[in-house]
């Protein structure tokens, strides 16, 4: 059987040529997967790669352990924010010196908003969209608090943009691509939008970082804010990284001005003097033990083409989207594939006990309240036959009613 | 010999009977130590404890890489940062639920300056000390100028608080213990000073949690930040804790409202509402890596008495300066008890290579430009003996000329 990897797959068996020819084939041995099951939330915590747990030995025995405060110089600690940045550059399309890895993504977004406003002084709006991840939004309220008349705009939907980017609107902060529905927006229109509006632009990276090329720089994004351990597997909540475009550097004034923002950390002057470039984005330290996880799993992204990584992507994607429309049921991601990211979105009443019976077959995806099961797709350690056998797996989950079972309704802290 | 664990020991035998008595002294097999040497800098960078890296190897290995997000629920992930916060809570005298463990030093007194600048509107100073931690000055600078007619005043010493503590002062912020001299405040005092003239007072603990008794509840102060990577030993850069006294919590408006300060964060509602208590000074979630070396290390605190460890840390701290005064070297750090914390700084005009040339013979401290030689204190993981030696290895260092060898002036990028 010839195989075309652009193709959407209709069958178990083109599921099995596509895998046989599978040009990321090699990568799935880099990941620790669930023995019986298959992982379909690397869009919400990523997995363990498996030369994660040495590095991260290593780090804590041999660094921490043995060397100590030498550490500092010996392994270069020092420049790791901007080393790491340097190296998750090229999955966003950034140059080297525009990414550094700091804190979170809502301490991240903090300072570039701030960052932002005072770049457009006169203007006080910070325009989001309404279905954003909530974080953006909670973040957008705190910052304009800060300012005089300062307000956080919510639009209903992003195709209203146009309407509200008025003169008073000094940043637009939107998700490449939406944490529900996986909508994928236009990057590079809605950034020159914004620009011909006055604005500057930030885009949250979190669910698309790792899951398709992106290109700051071609779209001549102002800023832009991303997540480790999702797409990039850096473990549970580790550090954020920030891009800020070089032309920004010598005039952004950022309040989150830590040690490691001056210009000399280790002078310990009692006055601030921000340092040059990308550096003054950063307040302190990250966690030592939380960059392992990042330096681990960067050996892997180093080799990684993120166009092999985007086919495969909309392959998988479109086979769970067709099998799950053929079966009546209402998906609430884009059927074209340059609307959408690397998750899909399925809509039921009972969509809660429905994910919890999957899990239980092995088939891992998460619930979003109301009445969301969403499904992430991750091409370095998935493969076309097990995403055929999750879409099964769902059919048959519904069609024996099996999600009706007590045991399936009951709901943790963390849904 | 009878031994009396008050006195400062003036031999080489006083320190082995002490050392035979030390009732902490079971505590040294926690920890791993260097094979060859002292390690005197336990106030820059906490040893690592035996049990830790089988506590993050599981956190990585299993509850990672086999549970992944179930581990929100299974393992509790998500009551973390106030589980671990109410561990702390005894180790500074706060109660259940005023300790909250998140982000770092630097963005969590971001937090608190803003919220006290705000619990006090009328007035705008932010009163500090010149010789303070730098990143607690360059902080209050960021917030002082998010403040209309905000600023960010610099005390020549807290002596001269007095002169400075006017009706503009909303709130004042020190370090209890000074991170160069290691002299200690008088935090009963200088709160009631502060709260007198209006004020609110926040404390900065990263040189005192852990090495002396703290009691924030008896001293009524309102807000304090402290880390646990000096003498707690979470690991390099692990996450800081925020104090906040209960009486605030209701009033109390933070800016940097990320999602985990929500009333609902799995309701993902597009308007902030801030969560009661403690909670709302999270912003997002720390690093489940980082937070494994702070799991690790509480089991140990869980077990401390901090009297007894004050009462080591002194006889330590009293010998070292003793010794070093009765060769003439010009000891900073102050010598009555009740004025110094665990580490004691000498000034020295060479002290950049001397230091190079002690840590040459196992003796490990640090430099602090321009003129200091900084020694930490551990009393749970050093004993009499090998301080009474260390201090030997001074004499001998000095009187020897050794750290005049060429190879001791080279300089990394941290010094």
Chains 1, 2 share one sequence.
């Not at 070089?246 to 950022?254: G, I, L, S």
């Not at 040690?259 to 280790?266: D, G, L, Q, V």
């Amino acid at each position: 059987m010839s195989v075309d990897l652009a193709t959407i797959p209709s069958s178990r068996e083109q599921c099995l040529a596509l895998d046989a020819a599978d040009p990321l084939a090699a990568f799935r041995a880099e990941y620790t997967l669930p023995a019986n099951g298959t992982y379909l939330d690397g869009n919400s915590l990523g997995v363990l790669p498996v030369r994660t747990p040495e590095v991260v030995r290593r780090t804590v025995e041999e660094e921490w352990g043995k060397d100590l405060i030498t550490s500092w110089n010996k392994h270069s600690w020092i420049d790791l924010p901007y080393r790491l940045g340097d190296r998750i550059a090229p999955l966003v399309g950034a140059g080297a010196g525009e990414v550094v890895v700091c804190d979170s993504v809502s301490v991240n977004l903090f300072k570039l908003l701030t960052a932002a406003l005072r770049l457009r002084p006169g203007r006080r709006t910070v325009l989001g969209e309404r279905d954003s991840f909530p974080t953006d939004l909670y973040i957008a309220e705190g910052v304009t608090g800060l300012f005089e008349g300062g307000r956080s705009v919510l639009l209903p939907s992003v195709d209203d943009l146009d309407a509200h980017l008025d003169d008073d609107v000094a940043v637009v902060v939107l998700s490449q691509v939406d944490y529900r529905t996986g909508r994928l927006l236009d990057m590079a229109a809605i950034t020159a939008k914004v620009h011909r509006a006055g604005a500057l632009m930030i885009w949250d990276l979190c669910h698309s970082a790792g899951a398709l090329p992106i290109d700051l720089t071609a779209c001549e994004v102002d800023f832009a804010v991303g997540c480790t351990y999702k797409y990039l597997n850096a473990g549970p909540c580790a550090p954020g990284f920030l891009y800020a475009a070089a032309r920004h550097h010598d005039t952004v004034e950022q309040p989150l001005t830590g040690w490691f923002s001056h210009a000399a950390p280790f002078a310990f002057e009692s006055d601030y003097r921000p340092t040059q470039g990308i550096g003054r984005f950063l307040t302190s330290f990250p966690s030592l033990l939380a960059l392992a996880g990042l330096r681990a799993t960067l050996e892997i992204w180093d080799r990684v083409d993120l166009e092999l990584v985007r086919a495969k992507s909309l392959a998988l994607t479109g086979l769970f989207i067709e099998q799950c429309r053929a079966d009546g049921l209402e998906v609430v991601t884009p059927g074209q594939p340059e609307l959408r990211g690397s998750q899909v979105a399925v809509r039921h009443p009972e969509a809660f006990p429905v994910v919890q019976a999957l899990i239980e077959r092995g088939v891992i995806g998460d619930f979003r309240a109301p009445d969301l099961m969403r499904f992430g797709f991750t091409p370095l350690y998935l493969s076309y036959t097990e995403v055929w056998d999750a879409a099964q797996a769902l059919r048959e989950v519904l069609a024996s009613g099996e999600w009706r079972a007590e045991r399936f309704s009951v709901r943790g802290a963390v849904t």
